[in-house]
Antibody
Framework: DVQLVESGGGLIQPGGSRTLSCSFSGSVSTFTFTHLWMTWVRQAPGKGLEWVAN????????YYVDSVRGRFTISRDNANNFLYLQMSSLRVDDTAIYYC?????????????WGQGTRVTVSA | DIQMTQSPSTLSAYVGDRVTMTCRAS??????LAWYQKKPGKAPKILIY???RLEGGVPSRFSGSGSGTEFTLTISNLQPDDFATYYC?????????FGPGTKVDIK
């Protein structure tokens, strides 16, 4: 079983920065964090799900939704089983619950385990 | 980017009903489609991947079908726990997109 726990959310002023963290514990069959694609997905208030960013096992491949590219950076610490999302130049429309989720070993990007989310509010 | 649409946006049904919802992609995505259930205050839960493969632990009353640009999620014998919003997601493109969701509520 896999457990994902996000942290780092809060109230941030427009233009500010924040780093979200996601701790990973457990395994998927014989696969551990280092074998798995990871992602961040968000849900703004009253809106649907929006994919934010992906990262591959070694961190060499990263993909972003257009609206955050250049402002957000996804990264991972495989030694300590952490996923991160560094957010900068935050805008009011970045307000959302941010979820981390894990994929598989291949680049089939569906997400089988999810954290409970961390709330980010961008407001003056 | 591949655009995803879902219909209907809201679906009202009784417990015990069979319900079907549709997801369409703006271009062919083969079978690179997943379905998720989302309840308020809860994390999304995957139901189906590769358009028709049931995720482990998901009740067999959920089923998915389709390929190319048109997909369906069917819930047979709707249960009280199934009232939620359902999202499709394509992963054919590296720019992943979700549909806007279909909300299933109690009639």
């Amino acid at each position: 079983d896999v457990q994902l726990v996000e942290s780092g959310g809060g109230l941030i002023q427009p233009g500010g920065s924040r780093t979200l963290s996601c701790s990973f514990s457990g395994s998927v069959s014989t696969f551990t964090f280092t074998h798995l694609w990871m992602t961040w997905v968000r849900q703004a208030p009253g809106k649907g799900l929006e994919w934010v960013a992906n990262i591959n096992q070694g961190g060499s491949e990263k993909y972003y939704v257009d609206s955050v590219r250049g402002r957000f950076t996804i990264s991972r610490d495989n030694a300590n089983n952490f996923l991160y999302l560094q957010m900068s130049s935050l805008r009011v429309d970045d307000t959302a619950i941010y979820y981390c989720a894990r994929g598989g070993t291949a680049s089939s990007w569906f997400w089988e385990d999810w954290g409970q989310g961390t709330r980010v509010t961008v407001s003056a | 980017d591949i655009q995803m649409t879902q219909s209907p946006s809201t679906l009202s049904a009784y417990v015990g009903d069979r319900v079907t919802m549709t997801c369409r992609a703006s271009q062919s995505i083969s079978n690179s489609l997943a379905w998720y259930q989302k309840k308020p205050g809860k994390a999304p839960k995957i139901l189906i991947y590769e358009a028709s493969r049931l995720e482990g632990g998901v009740p067999s009353r959920f089923s998915g079908s389709g390929s190319g640009t048109e997909f369906t999620l069917t819930i047979s014998n709707l249960q009280p726990d199934d009232f939620a919003t359902y999202y499709c997601q394509q992963y054919k493109s590296y720019s992943i997109t979700f549909g806007p969701g279909t909300k299933v509520d109690i009639k």
